[in-house]
């Protein structure tokens, strides 16, 4: 069963003869509980197709369909409530707020939304991610590794339909990178949720489901690694 579907998307920057294409009419689905890998060289057009299935930039044309749900067709406010609902975001830098400590960057979603905390589904996440002894450590206080565990557990807390990554090991050793990578794994198949990981890293990669391959803003190979 598809829980995202994408058709057509295209996304230009500039007008006239300066126009750039950075998306080119792109189609891909994706079923709840699947693992995809997007590679591609820079500039080939896949951090432009996340940014458009998170919702965060819109296309210039084309639609993006996440749990039924057109998302292009709603308002910003009724776009932020459906992405903090629907969709995990886990960035490369982590984007944690400085002054919250772990447990707050996790429940931010949940604040933001004005919904009670579920401190119980808060505690399991803290003991999935390996950070209960870390919870009131502030961003500055964590290693690289940890800040980016808690940036997983804030994708996780609202269980969203998709979790997108983009580039998450890109600035973790190879320790913290792996543990990452396993982390965004278990909660794929604990929780069922498609996963999405843009990524150069081909060992990361090959552990997906399949990898979509973007050049110059189109897909040109869509492999099944493992059913």
């Known amino acids: 069963m598809a829980v995202l579907e994408v058709k057509d998307l295209t996304k230009t920057y500039g007008k006239g003869s300066v126009t750039v294409t950075a998306l080119d009419c792109v189609s891909l689905s994706v079923d709840k509980g699947e693992f995809v890998a997007i590679v591609g060289t820079s500039g080939s057009g896949k951090s432009t197709l996340m940014h458009l299935i998170g919702g965060v930039d819109k296309p210039t044309s084309g639609s993006v369909v996440i749990s039924g749900k057109e998302i292009f067709k709603q308002n910003e406010s009724e776009m932020a409530i459906f992405r903090?609902?629907?969709?995990?975001?886990?960035?490369?830098?982590?984007?944690?707020?400085?002054?919250?400590?772990?447990?707050?960057?996790?429940?931010?979603?949940?604040?933001?939304?004005n919904r009670r905390p579920d401190h119980g589904k808060l505690k399991k996440i803290l003991e999935t991610i390996g950070l209960t002894d870390r919870a009131k450590h502030l961003p500055n206080e964590l290693s690289g590794g940890q800040q980016q565990r808690v940036a997983v557990g804030r994708a996780l807390i609202n269980d969203p339909a998709i979790?997108?990554?983009?580039?998450?090991?890109?600035?973790?050793?190879?320790?913290?990178?792996?543990?990452?990578?396993?982390?965004?794994?278990?909660?794929?198949?604990?929780?069922?949720?498609?996963?999405?990981?843009?990524?150069?890293?081909?060992?990361i990669a090959r552990q997906a489901d399949r990898i979509i391959t973007i050049s110059d803003g189109r897909i040109i190979r869509d492999e099944v690694v493992r059913r």
């Open 84 to 113: 903090r609902r629907n969709i995990g975001i886990v960035y490369q830098f982590y984007n944690l707020i400085p002054t919250l400590t772990a447990e707050e960057n996790i429940l931010l979603p949940c604040l933001l939304d």
């Open 163 to 203: 979790i997108l990554a983009d580039e998450p090991t890109g600035n973790l050793d190879s320790k913290s990178g792996k543990e990452v990578i396993d982390l965004l794994k278990l909660s794929n198949k604990m929780y069922n949720q498609a996963l999405i990981i843009i990524t150069h890293d081909e060992r």
